[in-house]
């Protein structure tokens, strides 16, 4: 009976503590929401910041679909001289 009791709780704390953690999560957002537009001029800045990254990332990207284009090429010249 203990047994049955016991693990009849387990879900309870894991849903409490997961509910609390959710409240965490949307306080926080709330709070940034609220800083942001408290001060704009931070959330471009940011905004510019975030452009600049998915820019930098983009050209990365690239970088490594043309160097992995060139191993394939490589590979595909090797295997032909075989």
Do not use: F, V
């Not at 509910?19 to 940034?32: E, F, L, P, T, V």
């Not at 001029?41 to 679909?65: K, M, P």
Request: proline share 2%; hydrophobic share 25%.
């Amino acid at each position: 009976m203990a047994a049955i009791l016991g693990s009849s709780t387990a879900p309870d704390n894991d849903d409490r503590e997961r509910r609390g953690q959710q409240r965490c999560s949307k306080a926080w957002q709330k709070q940034r929401l609220q800083a942001a537009e408290a001060n704009p001029s931070r959330s471009d800045s940011r905004r510019g910041s975030l452009e600049a990254r998915q820019q930098a990332t983009a050209t990365h990207s690239r970088h490594q679909w043309r160097i992995q284009d060139e191993i394939g090429g490589w590979a595909q010249r090797l295997s032909r001289e075989e």
